[in-house]
């Protein structure tokens, strides 16, 4: 799964640390989802969008396998 | 409140475990090299709790989570590789001991072994997933 994250916090100048107090996780967390190493829950993904200011759909791209 | 609830008792159990720990070394005499070999052992259990807890206290003070959903995933993984590994070494142990060394381990030494192994299955399974992501 690719993420846009990195290029919307690019956007609105936050760094992963900024995101992750945000959305109340800790930075690693950030870091691996950007990665594409850790699979965030519904909940997550959706604080993160909303912090981002967009949708799930637009945030994560979503590949088969 | 309840991640420095959470360290704090951390702190208290680690701190308890290596009084005990001295206790044990400062009564024990001279000891032999496999009874160096469990107390070796919790030390590096102790120092990887603390760790854990020196992270979670760098986390706590930035203002972020101790724990966030990715560590709590983690560490119901690290149990459950800690728990097969419990089970694992409480057959093997005294098996192995009996066809390998032909000495039967005492209740007390499989206990150990047993404590030791998932112990350690644990934190080790706990750090190497916290450290690779997922």
Redesign the interface.
């Known amino acids: 799964m690719k993420t846009r994250i990195k290029e919307l916090r690019a956007r609105y100048d936050l760094t992963q ?1 900024d995101l ?2 945000k959305v ?6 950030i870091l ?1 989802i950007e ?1 594409g ?5 519904l909940k ?1 993904a959706y604080s993160i969008a909303k912090a981002l200011e967009t949708t799930i759909d637009d945030l994560f791209i979503f590949e088969e396998d | 409140m309840k991640d420095k609830i959470g360290i704090v008792v951390g702190i208290g159990i680690a701190a308890a475990v290596l009084v005990t720990l001295s206790f044990f070394v400062l009564n024990a005499g001279n000891l032999e090299l496999n009874e160096i070999i469990p107390p070796g052992i919790v030390l590096i259990l102790v120092a990887s709790a603390l760790y854990i807890l020196w992270d979670r206290i760098k986390n706590v003070r930035k203002g972020l989570p101790a724990k966030d959903e990715r560590l709590k995933l983690t560490n119901y993984k690290a149990g459950s590789y800690g728990f097969i590994a419990a089970i694992w070494s409480a057959v093997f142990a005294p098996v192995s001991s009996e066809i390998f060394f032909d000495y039967e381990l005492p209740g007390s030494q499989v206990t150990a072994v047993v404590v030791l192994c998932g112990g350690l299955a644990f934190m080790i399974s706990y750090l190497y997933l916290a450290w690779k992501g997922s």
């Open positions: 640390e992750a107090r109340g996780v800790r930075r690693e967390t691996f990665k190493k850790y699979n965030p829950s997550l």
